[in-house]
């Protein structure tokens, strides 16, 4: 399953990077990390930031590798999300927006306790929002249902 997921993961990047870049489109690279919670991890990956519609409308495809513990279980975590946002413009020359954004999340997990190894997959659904500023992004999401994080803060920057 995990082998499944990370073909994925890069047939969706390798076709990303593929995606016309003309007026209309723009097409960007970018980092991120942060935290959830329930369970409690800290994770890093990368996204890229489609912008279409006058700059308005983004579709951001992100791949996250999580690591954390609960309790006396170890986590590893691997997540897709597709989110899209809707980037409203405050100022123009410090490039600070503020969007909502919703999309679908894969997340894969794995943990290890005392009675053994154990792993599985779910979908759900991300709702939240956040501000970028000079490509700075910062963003609360709830992820549903309930077997996936609880709340994820996230960091990046897109370049």
């Known amino acids: 399953m995990k082998r499944n997921l990370s073909l994925l993961g890069a047939l969706v990047f390798i076709l990303l990077f593929l995606a016309p870049s003309s007026g209309a489109v723009g097409v960007r690279g970018g980092i991120r ?5 329930d369970p409690d991890t ?3 990956g990368g996204h890229l930031a489609i912008d279409i519609l006058r700059s308005h409308l983004r579709i951001e495809p992100s791949l996250e590798l999580g690591f954390g513990d609960h309790g006396l279980d170890d986590y ?3 997540r897709f999300n597709g989110n899209f946002k809707y980037m409203v413009l405050l100022n123009r020359q ?3 927006k503020v ?3 919703i999309g679908l999340a894969i997340y894969y997990h794995n943990w290890d306790n005392a009675n053994g190894d154990h792993d599985e997959t779910d979908v759900g659904f991300n ?3 956040g501000l970028e500023l000079f490509g700075v992004l910062f963003e609360l999401a709830v992820t549903l249902p309930d077997d996936m994080p609880d709340l994820t803060l996230t960091f990046g920057f897109t370049f």
């Open 33 to 37: 990390g942060g935290i959830t919670d």
């Open 42 to 44: 800290g994770f890093i």
């Open 76 to 78: 590893f975590t691997l």
């Open 94 to 96: 410090m490039r600070f």
């Open 99 to 101: 969007y909502p954004l």
């Open 127 to 129: 709702l939240g929002g």
